[in-house]
């Protein structure tokens, strides 16, 4: 795939995004494992937000070729190294993304797989949002406090969005 990056410095804070990071036969794959965690291990998912995947997905997924593909799309920009948490989030109707920022982590790392509305992307304590572009990834300091965008339920029930976190310490 060609990809593309681009920087944004808002507040001091960079921002990098790359562009057209996997296949729609990786995407498709990787919905399938995310919902396939939400439905069938409850005990995995969040109790505080849940639509989100326990915080180690990567790792029960890492040998397939799908979940090894996005992992090579973040190496350019954290290095080669396995990231220390990642976790999958589903918003949907029953939004509940609040904020909050991932302490002593220098580098997180989110994947848009599906943003059908991307103008309901990461928020920062400033106002401004960043879009969430549909086969993306965004790379930012952790330590920046941050918010998932919450749709409106009647968007957010007909058009779910998955993001994909990758927090490298």
Request: charged share 20%.
């Amino acid at each position: 795939m060609t990809d593309s990056l681009q920087k944004i410095v808002i507040d001091n804070n960079e921002f990098i995004r790359k562009f057209n990071i996997l296949n729609n036969e990786d995407r498709l794959l990787i919905k399938k494992d995310i919902d396939w965690e939400l439905t069938n291990r409850p005990d995995s998912v969040s109790l505080t937000s849940p639509h989100q995947t326990s915080p180690n997905i990567f790792n029960q997924y890492k040998n397939t070729n799908h979940w090894q593909n996005l992992h090579k799309a973040f190496s350019e920009i954290s290095g080669d190294s396995v990231p220390d948490y990642t976790w999958a989030n589903l918003s949907n109707e029953e939004n509940r993304y609040g904020w909050h920022d991932h302490k002593k982590v220098k580098l997180t790392c989110v994947y848009y797989l599906i943003s059908p509305y991307p103008e309901f992307g990461t928020k920062l304590q400033n106002g401004v949002v960043l879009e969430a572009l549909e086969n993306s990834i965004l790379f930012f300091n952790g330590s920046i406090t941050h918010s998932v965008t919450n749709m409106p339920p009647i968007l957010g029930k007909f058009n779910h969005r998955y993001s994909i976190v990758f927090d490298y310490k």
